[in-house]
């Protein structure tokens, strides 16, 4: 399981970085700000949860994750020159990576031993802070605050894995796998068919 | 005192998420998004304190908490749809969180043997820095940093309770619902009659 | 070595508390928006440092620095409402702290055992963090972003001092004062010649 987990990690970090990327580009930024932001994007949500679990930083001693988002970035900035970016492309990435992260975030909770509950946020903060904050430093507000079924594919597959690992009776691998596939199913559905959970507005509008 | 303290907590989370659900109603965030924000207003304050104080983060272990701020968030997602929610009410809604957090804070501080300016400083960043979160994720410059006298009423209740409370001469519960009422009454003031402190503004303009 | 640190740490702290304010004067907060502000951007930057390292936040203990802060906001509030200050002038403040601030993260990382990349980021971080926070705050896409050879500055600057400290050669105050020099005169020789590192832009524009 722990193999399993340590790769899609690593996915998530190579995908959150090139959405980090994105960002930049659209923003005109030069190659360091989107390096700083490939970064900041790909480890911000793990060190939010590392920070608040009061356990050591992931990064600190495994910097290989620095350089997988360093290298990402730098790749990416450049290719984003010579080949033909459609803008859909960033929402996949991010989709990926959301789902990806979901899963080892509420991995973590479960294994340190905490409640259902944190550890369903847990997974909600690995899976989301990182592109908040590259949504913050681009003068955008957040995905995670718009319509478009965000938190909630993300609330989903953390759920989903809580309650399969609870009940104990699949493989933790094919736990992983199906939290996995269920988050980025539904944040794919919803990007195709804009799908969309109720909207907050005032009555007297 | 404890008792007391302990309700204004549960009041202040309530209130705060309240804020960040009218904030979420004014961009059109859906469901998940708004509850999201009003977990993150109301938590966002103390969740800082905790780190900076490197204590346990106060939601980890009691997640009623969390409860409340989802609870508070879902219930007046809908009812803002069906009821005339006039503007004011979210400067209000600020107002109560922004005045029980300072107490919380800065009391946390005193408890905890800091001196006398870490106790404010713990005081004002729990009662503005979820409020900033708020702003800052619905992309508005935070209120905190506007004119209306809100520093300046968190750190004007956070010095009478620090100075009370040295004092000595009033029982706990006293000196702490005496420092709300002053924060409170400070921050309705100005709101009501428009009061500012002096503006920053540049000499050649 | 550690006394000239420590005045870096003190130049530091006024100036981007400095930069604070007159990023404060152009939104027209109010006096304590604008001390708050001076102390964010001052003390941002060390206090995520910390916290990601997990040893107890700068000023804690050490409450002279959040005092540096407000003073010099109070003072520059007042300063900027009399005297010609130049736009420049906020680019300027905010070299010299990225400079010095480069340098001491750099070092603490050093100081701590940690490697080389590390150090490099904690600096980084150190430098380029609270001017984030003051820009985010501000309602702007945050300097460190933009075109200008600005965590390329730092970068250098950490690097630089890296490589000295490891071969040794020097005595600790040379290396340090080299290393605030180099980011110094990279980052005003970009704003001098409008120097920009290449762009992030995509191919099909």
Redesign the interface.
């Known amino acids: 399981m722990d193999e399993l987990l340590h790769w899609f990690d690593m996915i998530g970090i190579a995908v959150f970085a090139f959405s980090g ?1 994105l960002a ?2 659209h ?11 490939a970064c900041v994007t790909s480890t911000g949500g793990g ?1 939010i949860r590392d ?4 356990i ?2 992931f990064w ?1 001693q495994d ?1 290989y994750y ?2 997988i988002a360093v290298a990402t970035g730098v790749i990416s ?1 450049y290719l ?6 459609p803008m859909r492309l960033l929402m996949v990435a991010d989709a990926i990576g959301l789902s990806v992260f979901v899963v080892i975030g509420t991995q973590k909770g479960l294994e340190l031993g ?2 259902a ?2 550890a369903i ?1 847990m997974g ?1 903060m690995t899976a ?1 802070f990182g592109g ?1 904050i590259r949504d ?7 995905l ?9 594919a993300a ?1 989903t597959g953390a759920a989903v894995l809580v309650a399969l690992d609870a009940s104990g009776k699949l493989p933790g691998d094919l736990v992983i796998a199906i939290a996995v596939v269920v988050t980025l199913s539904i944040r794919l559905a919803a990007l195709r068919w804009n799908l ?9 509008h």
Do not use: C, H
């Open positions: 990327v930049a580009g923003k005109q930024m030069d190659l360091f700000g989107a390096v700083v932001l060190t920070i608040i679990l009061n050591p930083v600190l910097t620095l350089w900035f984003i020159r010579y080949l033909q970016v905490y409640s509950t944190i946020v909600m989301t908040v913050v430093l681009s003068g955008d507000i957040p995670l605050l718009r319509r478009e079924i965000y938190a909630t609330l969309s959970a109720p909207i907050a507005r005032f009555g007297n």
